[in-house]
């Protein structure tokens, strides 16, 4: 093979782990966020996830089968170069129905790829293999951290306990969202994971 044809070759891998990561991501974030997308696994281990056939083994963590509710996502983290929101939303029922629910955002995950799309084209195998690697440890930092913050403790008691709440967790995954108001940023915790990698050219 050519030296254009390698760095093709090597650009297709390079893409495909990122759009990976970007879907891993998601599904560490919502798996122990919103316990209607885990009807088998309540408690949100990876022991009993990884009993379940068909497994997502990317970056050597198993997650068990893809909920069917997130196939509706596949197409729109085509661009890698959008980033992806997912706002995880608390949601309380009011105090009598003319009230409706009122919704809360009570985390905001942002995941992104921040090179231009023509760098990929110069991309090298050893880069792909450095990503890759990488990657498994902030995935592996993230799954953690998830299971660190309060809202893990809202998703264990509702998928815990079989009692009704008058509250739940939904969720909303797209490449902009609405900016938070300044009392909204003054509650808000900010936590920020280092780069995978950074490719020289």
Known sequence: MDL????????????QIVSQFLLKSLRIILDSRVPSLRPHDPSGDLSSASQMENRDEWFNLVLGDRPTALDSL????????????????????????????IETVIERWVVRYEYPRPRLVSAQAGQSSALYKKSI????????????????RIFRQ???????????????????????????????????????????L
């Open 137 to 152: 440890i902030l995935l592996r930092a993230l799954y953690l951290q998830m299971r660190l913050l309060p809202a893990y």
């Open 74 to 101: 596949n197409s729109w983290h085509r661009n890698l170069m959008d980033p992806m929101i997912i706002d995880v939303i608390l949601v309380r029922g009011g105090s009598n129905s003319a009230e409706g629910s």
């Open 4 to 15: 254009q044809s390698n760095s093709q070759a090597a650009s297709e891998e390079l893409e």
């Open 158 to 200: 509702l998928s815990s306990s079989n009692q009704a709440y008058n509250f739940g967790i939904i969720y909303k995954v797209s490449s902009f969202s609405d900016p938070f108001s300044r009392e909204e940023q003054e509650m808000m915790h900010v936590y920020s994971f280092r780069d995978v990698l950074k490719i020289a």
